[in-house]
């Protein structure tokens, strides 16, 4: 009963390949979210989703495509990956409006992408 | 513009003394705070928060945090460290806006507790 879920763990891919990673969340959130870690621990948000529409795109290379099919799923797309995109990528969630939980994001595993 | 800072890379205390973890914070408007930890490989997990009412706030696995408004200030704490608690500790800040919830994290305390 995993709460916010990503897939895959782990990706290997060479550069120049496309790629995509899929996050869900059961806690029935209306908000979700991608941040990118890098080697050195730095986190930082990427993208955020209401309810299916784009909210935050903090400076991301347009070779990133979030792509929310329903409020449970927002999906990350990279077309030509490069050496630098290799990173922990998190996905989150939190309840935008209403509620004691209200604000708080709740993170998945992390998927952690190496580029050769 | 917000951000967040941990002016310590890493901290090490012994096992059963009081861990302190710093964070300061800079947000124009009322700050909502956050602390997660990771463990290795793993990914972050709630702590606590503050968003408002009594400063000193209570989470799990008996940690607290106090809010000091006069030095933008949400610190980290727990009376007696246990070895299981070494892990990376990461504060963070938000605002509450129509357009969005935007955690700026700070750059991540590595915490080290001996035996």
């Known amino acids: 009963d995993t709460a916010v879920s990503q897939t895959p763990k782990y990706l290997v891919t060479q550069m120049g390949n496309d790629k995509s990673i899929k996050c869900e969340q059961n806690?029935?959130?209306?908000?979700m979210y991608w941040y990118k870690q890098d080697s050195k621990k730095f986190l930082k948000i990427m993208f955020s989703?209401?309810?299916?529409?784009?909210?935050i795109n903090e400076t991301v290379p347009n070779r990133f495509s979030p792509k929310s099919p329903d409020k449970a799923h927002l999906n990350l797309h990279i077309n030509s990956l490069e050496l630098g995109d290799s990173a922990v990528y998190f996905c989150a969630s939190s309840q935008e409006w209403g509620g004691q939980d209200q604000e708080t994001q709740y993170f998945g595993p992390g998927t952690r992408l190496l580029v050769l | 513009a917000q951000s967040v800072a941990q002016p310590e890379d890493q901290v090490n205390v012994a096992e059963g003394n009081p861990l302190t973890v710093k964070c300061t914070y800079s947000v124009s408007g009322n700050p909502y705070l956050f602390w997660y930890v990771q463990y290795p490989n793993r990914g972050l997990q709630f702590l606590l928060k503050y968003i408002t009412g009594d400063n000193l706030v209570k989470g799990s696995y008996g940690f607290e945090a106090e809010f000091n408004k006069s030095q933008t200030s949400f610190h980290l704490k727990k009376p007696s460290a246990l070895v299981s608690d070494s892990a990376l500790y990461f504060c963070a800040v938000t605002l509450i806006k129509a357009a969005g919830n935007k955690l700026t994290f700070g750059g991540g305390t590595r915490v080290l507790v001996k035996p």
């Open positions: 989703y209401n309810n299916k529409e784009l909210i």
């Open positions: 806690l029935g959130h209306d908000t």
